[in-house]
């Protein structure tokens, strides 16, 4: 009982960071239409810079922070390359940031190398109903919902926010409003480098990161986004979590090497399941 409670706790864990990674795919994509594939690159930029800050000296908590305003600047500038001119298309920008993915990782190895990192985070475990659980992952956990909450609050109650959620619902009516889509667009992308920053942030103490983990970050939070169909925050974060704890089942109870082949597997079957029973509502409709 306690191993699983541990299991499920760290699943958690690692499924908020894929929740963060997954809201930024859902915003950047809401209000430009552009599914991001550079997304994994932020969390790897985030938690590769949060360790060389640490390295260097600067406090806890202040690293972290310049970790999360770098990666929102490398949102920012991958917005402006990828959507920066009036007229590219979705399918044109999509292509854009799945080669600024690729050159990422050229960069990626000249500052930091190709050796996983890590650090320390925030040490030691409490022992919950007998399982040993990282203070780590609690952070995680708590970070994840109170930014969660804050976004929440941002589109619903922000006047950025409800320019992006104009955007999102119809850009050329927020165009008559004087909302520029193309600015809203880069803010949207700066926002989800900046979620996908923490998330790498967040997730680098409970696992080693380098240059080529943003495939498996951006699998885990593009099938999480895909299951709310790149358009609701909250069922990507329920998705997300639900691929972390089966990843972490299947590392704990089987093999290390299947947890995310087991996982999509897992989310391949809730998205063919959603969308038969959304047919068969096409289907009776239009009787």
Known sequence: MSALLQYLVSGIAVGCGFALLASGLVTIHRVTRVVNFAQGMFAVVGGMTAGSLLSAGLPPGAAEAAAVAVAGGAGLAVGVVATGRRGTSPQSALIVTLG???????????????NPRSYPGLGGAVTVFGAHVQKQSFLVIGVTAVVF???AVFFGRSYAGKALSACASNPYAARTMGID???MGLVAFALGGALGGLAGVLLTPLQPISY????????NGFAAAVLGGLNRPAVALAGALTLGVAESLVAGYGE?????VVALALMLAIM??????RTALQEEAAR
Request: no cysteine; glycine share 4%; proline share 2%.
């Open 272 to 277: 063919m399941v959603r969308a038969s029973r």
């Open 181 to 183: 889509p193309l600015r």
């Open 212 to 219: 080529n983990s943003d495939v498996l970050l951006i699998t």
């Open 256 to 260: 290390a090497s299947y947890q995310t």
């Open 149 to 151: 909450a804050l976004l």
């Open 100 to 114: 600024l993915g690729f050159l990422a990782y050229a960069a990626e190895i000249m500052i930091w190398g190709d």
